[in-house]
């Protein structure tokens, strides 16, 4: 019997598919009415994301209702700070909240307790078991920089400027802390894949608050060196990195970074990273989060933009960031329509 293809895993093993198979950042989420009925049900969402039950569902709901080419597990980047025995929470309406490091002696106290991230590996055993064949299961980490972020604040920031400032006047501390995020980040990238995934995707959403020499060492070194710790475990795994902002770097990322799809953001010109970035790794991305909500005119025209643009190379149609709550269903369905030809 003849085996089913996955029009994204294709995709990253360097072959072209037209239409161009389609997923969105935070397909599992607010703006879904099901997600809102399971997660008022859940209460805590740290909870939410450890109930390997409840996130399967959340998982498989938007492939369900449009048959999207990828399933992206539902969790979040912060739960490997959790899993390092730092305190996370969630405020609703507001985000995540950590017990942030003030010095050293915060960053000593750090230590991995691996069994507390069993559900999320659970969960993708559930997702794989109930998920239609032709779909990929996307794992996914915090790049080491954004996770490092989020633990010094305690919280996003405009510009994370307290990590910034934090490596600035303690660079060995700081570096101690990238070397365990290094570590615990493929670790868990590994897991993911050993489930059940087919591929993952590292989220570097503050990359590009960083000057070029701190980009250089503390977004694109760590970043590599997690994706060959985990290509030490699994040769042939596939990686999408998403380091938002990075812009003019983004040839020194991709030949830096050993990865098979270069996520890009909304601000980038989808023709400068065409001539960027070598036609053996394929793109993804991306349009605006915000034209989804506007819909209509605007939104057919940022789609076909994206479609004429994409260079007829290995690509993977996404937004340029995550889904907003308040987009509508309606025009979910209809960018789905227009990069299908339907």
């Not at 093993?13 to 997923?23: D, N, Q």
């Not at 409840?54 to 539902?74: G, H, N, Y």
């Not at 590994?190 to 960083?210: M, N, S």
Request: charged letters at 20%; glycine letters at 8%.
């Amino acid at each position: 019997m003849q085996s089913v293809t996955k029009p994204l895993l294709d995709v990253l093993r360097g072959e072209t598919r037209l239409p161009p198979p389609i997923w969105l950042m935070r397909q599992a989420g607010r703006y879904l009415p099901e997600y809102r009925a399971v997660r008022e049900r859940a209460g805590d969402f740290l909870k939410l994301c450890l109930m390997p039950e409840l996130a399967a569902e959340i998982t498989l709901q938007p492939v369900r209702r449009f048959s999207f080419d990828a399933a992206i597990l539902f969790s979040d980047i912060l739960l490997i700070p959790y899993a390092l025995g730092q305190r996370v929470w969630f405020v609703e309406g507001e985000g995540p909240r950590l017990e942030p490091i003030g010095d050293a002696n915060d960053l000593a106290r750090l230590e991995e307790r691996s069994d507390l991230l069993v559900p999320v590996y659970e969960a993708l055993a559930r997702i794989k078991a109930s998920l239609p064949p032709e779909v990929t299961l996307l794992g996914f980490c915090g790049a080491p920089w954004t996770v490092a972020s989020y633990m010094i604040a305690g919280q996003g920031t405009p510009d994370q400027s307290p990590a910034r400032l934090f490596a600035y006047r303690n660079p060995e501390a700081f570096a101690g802390l990238m070397d365990t995020l290094v570590e615990s980040s493929a670790r868990h990238l590994v897991r993911q894949l050993r489930a059940g995934a087919d591929a993952v995707q590292v989220f570097d959403t503050w990359a590009g608050v960083l000057p070029p020499d701190e980009l250089w060492r503390w977004c694109i070194v760590p970043t590599r060196r997690m994706i060959t710790m985990l290509r030490t475990e699994i040769a042939d795994a596939k990686v999408i990195a998403f380091p938002r902002g990075i812009g003019a770097a983004i040839r020194r990322y991709v030949d830096s970074v050993p990865l098979d799809a270069l996520g890009l953001d909304w601000m980038i010109d989808l023709d400068f990273a065409c001539q960027q970035v070598g036609r053996h790794i394929a793109l993804q991305g991306n349009l605006d989060p915000l034209v989804l909500v506007a819909g209509g005119g605007a939104l057919d025209r940022a789609v076909d933009e994206i479609l004429e643009h994409s260079c007829a190379r290995p690509f993977i149609f996404n937004l340029g960031h995550g889904i907003l709550p308040q987009t509508p269903l309606a025009h979910v369905e209809q960018m789905l329509a227009r990069v299908r030809g339907k």
